[in-house]
């Protein structure tokens, strides 16, 4: 990362983190006669290896090899009154058998901390990731078959309120900045404040609306920053104790500053979000969830991202489960200099989970990659891997 935007994001996370910080001192020392805090902590350690044919999703030259993994992972809560708080943080090393270039120490910390009252509540969040993303991924832009560090810093504050029996206001702000090291990617920043209404038409039957109004802030000052307005219609639907729907879908408009010669400065779209939960019995679960949504990228353009994901699993025996995930994504870069420049990725994965003792399981897996480029060229992998996770005794006191 740049020393500029790596001052910036260390001012951005030191001062949510001071942030959070008084607000947990605050609510742990505020004086509520008689009621105790209740502390637990909980935490997992694990152990991976995985071999693919294509580790990095090369166009040409496939590299295959082994990856090794070391995972540990950690949630220390507190409940009090009418307060909860939750700090969480996990690390993962990967090291490759023939790429060492392509080892990497992933990091990621989150705070989460909710004041609640009779009508409603306040929540708090902050969070800090560092990521290595060896191919494009959802972010489909940069060079592919290098390694990529990313590192995200975010914040976000929530309001709820019931205004009545039947109905309730929710009102939020919230940003997130991403620094790339590949210097072929921008770094941007995003801020969103959003404002919504849902109303009980039946105990089974809310209707709701939103609107939002965004901002994407390119750091290099090289594209187009842009301002994106959306409104969404939608229900929710509890159509049986097993089936639960879940859909919006409104209009957009991005805005664009200062757009290319001949480009529009008005880009008008939609956005929609679907989903589907499905107990097909007491041991099978069904997930469905389709959605269209406007979203930056390190490509420094607006990019409607259209994903489709499935996930179904089902319990064979008290200790083994099967599950399988499709996902779909396809990037659509809207005010891009070639108006067809889309891109696609597909991941398909199933696994089989053992539950080899109350605190040990095992996971085994196969992956299949494939991603399809502007220009028409593509790039797949296929993936095993095997995973043993032990989870630790927790803890737990009260003050």
């Known amino acids: 990362m740049p020393p500029a935007a790596s001052r910036a994001y260390s001012r951005s996370?030191?001062?949510?983190?001071?942030?959070?910080?008084?607000?947990?001192?605050?609510?742990?020392?505020w004086p509520l006669p008689a009621i105790a805090g209740e502390w637990r902590f909980n935490s997992n350690i694990g152990s991976g290896l995985r071999y693919s044919d294509n580790l990095s999703l090369e166009r040409v030259n496939p590299n295959d090899g082994f990856t090794g993994t070391l995972t540990g992972s950690g949630a220390?809560?507190?409940?009090?009154?009418?307060?909860?708080?939750?700090?969480?943080?996990?690390?993962?090393?990967?090291?490759?058998?023939?790429?060492?270039?392509?080892?990497s120490v992933d990091e990621t910390i989150s705070l989460r901390t909710v004041f609640k009252n009779?009508?409603?509540?306040?929540?708090?969040?902050?969070?800090y990731r560092s990521d290595t993303i060896l191919a494009n991924e959802d972010d489909n832009t940069g060079t592919v078959g290098r390694a990529t560090d990313v590192e995200t810093v975010g914040g976000s504050l929530g309001w709820e309120h019931r205004t009545s029996p039947r109905d309730t206001l929710n009102a939020g702000l919230n940003f997130s900045t991403r620094a790339y090291e590949d210097p072929g990617r921008v770094d941007y920043a995003f801020y969103q404040a959003s404002a919504s209404w849902s109303h009980a038409i039946s105990e089974t039957l809310h209707g709701k609306t939103s609107l939002t109004a965004g901002r994407f802030e390119y750091a290099d000052g090289t594209k187009e920053s842009n301002t994106i307005l959306g409104l969404r219609f939608g229900v929710a639907y509890d159509a049986s104790r097993r089936v639960k729907f879940d859909a919006s879908f409104g209009p957009r408009l991005v805005l664009v500053d200062d757009p290319a010669p001949g480009a529009d400065d008005e880009l008008w779209g939609y956005g929609a979000d679907v989903s589907v939960d499905y107990d097909v019995d007491d041991v099978t679960r069904v997930r469905f969830t389709l959605g269209r949504n406007v979203e930056p990228s390190g490509a420094g353009l607006v990019t409607d991202r259209d994903r489709?994901?499935?996930?179904?699993?089902?319990?064979l025996s008290?200790?083994?489960?099967?599950?399988?995930?499709i996902a779909y994504v396809m990037s659509d870069f809207e005010?891009?200099?070639?108006?067809?420049?889309?891109?696609?990725?597909?991941?398909?994965?199933?696994?089989?989970?053992?539950?080899?003792?109350?605190d040990w399981s095992l996971k085994i897996g196969y992956q299949y990659r494939?991603?399809?480029?502007?220009?028409?060229?593509?790039?797949d992998s296929n993936s095993v891997r095997v995973g043993l996770s032990y989870r630790l005794p927790p803890v737990a006191w009260s003050d």
Do not use: C, H, M
């Open 76 to 103: 220390l809560t507190y409940e009090r009154a009418a307060f909860e708080a939750a700090l969480t943080g996990a690390v993962e090393l990967s090291g490759y058998s023939d790429n060492d270039d392509l080892s």
């Open 118 to 127: 009779e009508r409603g509540a306040l929540r708090l969040g902050a969070e």
């Open 370 to 379: 494939q991603q399809e480029f502007e220009l028409g060229d593509e790039a």
């Open 308 to 315: 489709i994901r499935f996930f179904a699993e089902r319990d």
């Open 335 to 358: 005010d891009a200099p070639s108006a067809d420049r889309v891109e696609t990725s597909l991941t398909i994965e199933p696994a089989l989970n053992w539950k080899l003792a109350p």
């Open 13 to 29: 996370f030191r001062a949510v983190a001071l942030g959070q910080t008084a607000v947990w001192v605050l609510a742990v020392a």
């Open 318 to 325: 008290g200790q083994l489960s099967a599950n399988i995930s």
